[in-house]
């Protein structure tokens, strides 16, 4: 363990001019998220659904209030696939210009449309979670029950023609409990603000599973149909509802 720790902060402390891809993908998986692999005993499934060529928009239920799934599920990507994806981050990353500055150098993109469409262009993966807040700010007695989607990541698979992969994450919302919300705060604040048990994270067995892709003909016009757009959204999360029970089915231990 002491050399673990010696040679990722030696990779650290030798790097230069680092890149958004050197800082994602170098030195927080060389020390941090290797570390929190092992000590989430993170497994994954299904890796060779993951397209290894242009875009694709990857999807997935969402927890603990700290981002640690979107950090993991973009660390397996690039483990899998050596692709760097972009993941669409909450607005809280980008309120102050200094930690702007950081999240973007981390490949964290601000949630909006034209974003999105930016990476799917460049022919890169786009990381994202329809729930939002609602699914990361939930409070924990809702686990695994998945909130209502946004559907902007359909607008943009019928826009890009991109491929979409839902992922189940099971073990995130054991690792970060969430007593409940103060949702005042969304009209005072914007936002929704989580009530979290503990910040430290809890060593729940992590199990991460990529569905098949699924792809939507490549159709903008198709994008601007509300009911359509509603109708394959609704879809995908009762698609992907059903593979988190049977996922939670198969698990026998939590924390063992």
């Known amino acids: 363990m002491k050399a673990f720790f010696k040679r990722a902060v030696t990779r650290a ?36 659904n ?7 928009i990857v999807i997935g239920n969402h927890s ?14 690039h483990l899998a696939t050596q692709r760097v994806p972009r993941i669409i981050a909450h607005k809280l990353w980008f309120l102050n210009p200094k930690i702007s500055v950081h999240a973007k150098k981390m490949g964290l993109v601000a949630a909006n449309l034209d ?25 924990s007695k809702y686990r695994y029950r998945l909130r209502r989607f946004r ?4 607008r943009l698979a019928l826009q890009t023609g991109a491929p979409i992969v839902p992922t189940v994450v099971i073990g995130a919302e054991e690792t970060h409990i969430t007593v409940k919300q103060i949702r005042w705060a969304k009209d005072l604040l ?33 994008a601007k149909d509300l009911m359509y757009v509603t109708r394959i959204s609704r879809t995908i999360r009762l698609n992907l509802q059903k593979e988190i029970h049977k996922e939670l089915k198969k698990r026998e231990r939590i924390f063992l």
């Open 115 to 139: 974003n999105g469409l930016k990476v799917l262009n460049r022919k890169q993966p786009l990381l994202l979670f329809p729930e939002g807040e609602e699914g990361n700010f939930k409070p």
């Open 13 to 48: 402390l030798d790097s230069r001019d680092l890149t958004k891809e050197d800082l994602a993908y170098k030195v927080l998986p060389n020390f941090l998220l290797e570390i929190f692999q092992k000590y989430l005993r993170v497994t994954t499934e299904g890796t060779e």
């Open 190 to 222: 914007g936002i929704i603000i989580p009530v979290p048990l503990n910040v430290i994270p809890l060593p729940a067995k992590w199990h991460i599973k990529f569905l098949k892709p699924i792809y939507l003909k490549k159709d903008p016009e198709k």
């Open 50 to 56: 993951i397209p290894r060529v242009g875009p694709c």
């Open 64 to 77: 603990g209030f700290m981002g640690f799934d979107a950090l993991m599920l973009g660390h397996q990507i």
């Open 151 to 154: 559907r902007g990541f359909v």
